[in-house]
């Protein structure tokens, strides 16, 4: 397993720190908690960004730091993110919050200390983007949307 060095600073010294930290050996992502000074209700329909307490520096400019939901959250009670997923980049400084949507029916109460979501720490590859006038032909072509279909491969075009 390869590790990258990750600072982490409390960004709410009134708050004790929470290092993120894998839950399995086989985990891709780390918990993020919330850090607040009293718990949130959020209503169904309703969203807030919500603290977590830390900041992070990324070690290069070639890295980024992904925010998802965390999967039992979603499914169990419709907590996901706003934005489907966050971005971190590798000069941002300040304190990591989590923009939540409460897709669920009922009301949902986050609580100091809860995980609330999961952080994964991936490669950035840069475009140079290159305007050229026709491009390369593919099987695909220009299908988009539903093209594929939905059942097994077995039944695809492609027979």
Do not use: C, W
Request: cysteine-free; proline content about 6%; aromatic content about 6%.
């Amino acid at each position: 397993m390869k590790y990258i060095p990750v600072k982490i600073k409390n960004m709410r010294p009134e708050h004790e720190l929470i290092v993120p930290e894998y839950a399995t050996q086989g985990a891709a992502g780390v918990d993020l908690h919330a850090i607040m000074d009293q718990d949130l209700v959020l209503f169904p329909g309703q969203t807030s960004k919500v603290p977590t307490g830390i900041g992070i520096e990324l070690p290069q400019p070639d890295v980024v730091a992904l925010i998802f939901a965390r999967s039992g959250l979603a499914s169990k009670n419709g907590l996901t993110l706003v934005n489907g997923v966050g971005v971190i980049d590798s000069d941002y400084r300040g304190e990591i919050q989590v923009a939540l949507i409460n897709l669920g029916q009922e009301p949902f109460t986050i609580h100091t200390g809860d995980r609330i979501a999961q952080m994964i720490i991936m490669p950035v590859f840069l475009a140079k983007f290159l305007p050229v006038q026709e491009l390369t032909e593919s099987e695909r072509g220009e299908e988009g949307f539903g093209s594929t279909g939905i059942h097994n491969s077995r039944n695809s075009k492609l027979e």
